[in-house]
């Protein structure tokens, strides 16, 4: 909301710097976003009264200028304007000045002009930063004149209205009533403790036959209506002061009447709307929503086809205004206008943010309406001010014909509770008299009786119910370093920390972390063209992924039912940075759901996907998933397996026991080309739920053997389809002694020959009861070989 | 006789040759060895008279031990050229690069969140995970925020179904917990959250850590208590706290908390914008509306509850200065998150 400083001046007498008055706002909870001097590139300029114009010597363009500027002695200045002439009173920027230009700032020096010296330069209403409405003839092409009575040598700044302060304020949502200067005029009169000055709503009313009588067919969506009869409108341009102040808000003017629907949505938050009375229809006006299909025709010549959600206003026949957010064509305001019926309503917010939304069309009113008007106080003095500035203004005649509907009880909400009840709020003690004092300010009326009190809340203040929201607005206003920092103490104790799922993902994260994988983060949702990405088949369960119903885009339109593309995209994004190695984690939800269309919550799981590219290959990322499952003491085994995104020979399933608990493997090469991947990727995708379940709880200690173990290698050659998998497991069938079999090494050459491999392997001996000698070693290293020759054709190296 | 001496320089001669300590050996072996030299002349002493015997076996004997000392200081001298071999052929470059075990690491909103997570835990609070995806109720309904209410429009929201939704705030996860368990509460609810905002200072997703505490006698002079162990060790032991009016259904009082800016200690730079000040989280008592659709006694208890974006205080703590580097995950970025 913007607020004039000058304009906030009407109603307080304030008068302090504006940036103290910026941190008096923000102490009270209206934080000034932006606070402009609206003279700020415009330094240096004063007024002057041309007394002679000659020709430039040299110059048939030029026109050389002999100025008054009173105080400040006089200057010449030469000027290419054409609308100078002897008399006229002109802006004048002198030596070391600065005017707007261009969007910039211009500085102006003393200089020459083909040989004959200028003191400054005259100044168009451009270079003030002005238009029309601030200062009549700043629009025209040439020098800005001046009005013939105005002061010489003075600072154009205040006679051009740019003297002046903007406050930005956030409003929060709560606050609808402070979406007005003279909202926001209340809450300065509060908080610098001064009289607050209500603008003046008297009006004489002149007697009329006239009748337009108002039904409302939908008291909810309007709770009020108030419609004014105003006649003998002559439709004019308005006051300097007005069309500045519409101006300064960033408003053009365009008439009296219309000016003044604009004044009083600006001034008391009340949107108004003024219907040329001969256009209503059999003097009716009707409040009720629209049939499906109906048209309106808005003063923007704008055509809308209606559904029944839409609130109309409408006479004895037709639609004349879209309720809340803008009149008709047909019944506005024209130049010969002569009779007015005025509107001044309370419509719900809801209504109104839906029509405009689906509408697409939005105004000054609807925006002003989403924010909540409330039905008992703004639409009344909203009228009331509306008819008073016609009778100031001198544009119509009010008259004593008004109509008020309204279908909410006409009471004032009271809270009932005591000083002490605030004080355990706040938890600390703010005198009887601060508290009266403090809300008295804020209009509420307040009953003391002893050490309880009841309080009348102000109609316009909707969103006070119960002493808390009174706790606010003492504390606010009494100030928030009255607060004295304490430590619950009178709490209760309470033991605090992760639950054992959240310690255990911590450990996860960390055993990842050891690995050399650094952490990603992702967002929860991705394209549904990273499924085709991958490869999935059309009926793959990944692609029964949860949409959101209003994304940012396609490509952050489904929810992740598999973490793989997030990872890949994160391969392919550093590599294209330059980054040609690196290891990367994610733990994050998936989400899953049997239909796509959610009927209750659906799963959310986690999962866990590990990228390794550049440096590394399989058994490093594999090397990674068994370090993570060995830090919960998880049994875990790997088999051959495939996945369409995957390299079909470098694929295998995770499984535990007989659950399949992941997938890792190279990116399939075609893939990799496809996205100009050079070095091979890997990826990972484990179930972490289902992982975690089976995590080790606690660390029990197993008892040492008594006697040292045996170290033996191992070397057969077999044929290329025998397994690693295969020749351990023979072993460690083989001979119960062998605790571990461990692959070190495995070789190809020539004269092993064709189609065959020499596997290395590493196995240990342990016993538990008896001294391993080493003719035992040897019977079991013997019967393990044997084993090997007969199952798998293996010969000792 | 005659045959000693020569056996004794004959092996002198060999032995002196020797170039290693294996061939060394083989010398040994051939005179001192079971079938050498020195070991068949004492074996041939069956062929002499017996009473040549005794003389010739002192003679073969100092013979043997005179070889055995040479042979002894041979070995030692040519050990010692070998060891001196050895070392010079296992001579390394020490300036080539050590190997090293690369470390990875953890994000930084990973970071702030553990470290809030420990600093409130040493409080009393429990740390409780609510879900992403909520219903409308839970979201908004009741923190007190109904279908119509203005700060509905406050937050984009991506909605799934008309009821279901991605949580816009972790305050979510409050109804949950005060559902289940009665006060006294102390809970910590971080996560991720969404919000339909993406521009250059706003993620659709970030993170973000609840707070709330529900018992007899809370009050705001507590919440600013809490906020400032808070911000004493989260940013620095002399950072401060301020609290301001704002606004959130949910809360009543509501207050914006602005922590004093640790890069200028409150003096005003460009980071607080020249203010001293650094708005960091939203906080306030809870409402009591909130408090009965959760059906805890407002009149019995009453609690504070405050919520900031972890996003947010890791970037003031790291000095980030791009929220979207938190989520393009470029290990070049990741990399300097070291523990």
Redesign the interface.
Known sequence: MLLPYSWLKEYVNVSIPAEELKDKL????FEVEELTYLGKDVEGVYTGKIVKCEKHPDADRLTVCGVDCGGRGMKQIVTAATNVFEGAIVPIALDGATVKHEGGVQKIKTGKLRGVTSEGMFCSGEELGINDDFYEGAEVNGILILDGDTPLGADIRPIVGIDDYLFDIAV?????DCMSIFGLAREVAAVCKLPLKAPETSYGCAKTDVKVTVEVKEPKLCPRYIGHYVKDVKIGKSPRFLRRRLALMGLRSVSNIVDITNYVLLEMGQPMHAFDRKFLHGDRIIVRCAEEGEKITTLDEKEFTLRPDNLLICDGERPVALAGVMGGLNSEIKEDTYEVFFEAASF???SV?KTSRSLGQRSDSSARF???VDPLYTPEIGMARALHLVQELGCGTPTDYGADVFSVPMTKKVVRTSYAALD?????HVPKEEVNGILGRLFFEIDEKGEEFSAVVPLWRDDVD?F??L??EV??MYG??H?????????????????PA?AQE?KA??A??????????????YSPKDFDLLRLPADAPERRA???????GED?SV?RTTLVPSMLQ?IV??VR?G?YE????EL??V?LCEAT??KE??E?RKHLVLGLWGEGDFFDLKGAVEALAEAFDVRISFEKGTRPYLHPGVTAVVKMGEKEVGVLGELHPEIANGLALERKAYLAELDYAALSRKFAKDITYRGLPKFERVQRDLAVVVGEEITCAQVTECILHACKAVTKAELFDVYRGKQLGEGKKSMALRLTFECADSPLSPETVEKFFGKIVGNLQHNLSAELR | MEEDLDLLQEATQEAEAAEDSHSLYEVKMKFLGRTGKVTALLKGMKELAQEARPAFGKKVNALREALEEKFAALEEKIKAKELQKKLKSEDVDVTMPGRKHREGTLHPVTRVKDQLIDLFAGMGFEVFEGPEIESDYYNFTALNTPADHPARDMQDTFYLTEKFLLRTQTSAGQIRVMEKKKPPIKILSPGRVFRSDDDATHSPMFHQMEGLVVDRHITLCDLQGMLDEFAKKMFSETSKTRLRPSYFPFTEPSVEVDVSCASCGGKGCPLCKGTGWIEVLGAGMVNRKVLENCGVDPDEYSGFAFGMGIERIAMLKYGINNIKLLTENDVRFLEQFKD
Do not use: W
């Open positions: 923000f102490s009270c909870g929060t949502a709560n606050r609808p719900a917010r809801d943010r989403e924010k909540g355990r709020v706040l938890g600390i119960g808390p929201d706790a606010e504390i606010r928030y370093e607060i004295v920092p304490t430590f619950l103490e009178r709490a209760t104790v309470t033991h605090g920390g992760r639950t959240q911590q994260k960390k990842l972390q050891h690995e050399g994988f650094m952490e990603a983060c992702n967002y929860s949702f949860i949409k959101i119903l209003n994304p940012i952050l929810m994160n994004r550093n940075r980054n690196g290891r990367l984690f994050a939800n989400y269309e959610l919550l659906p959310e």
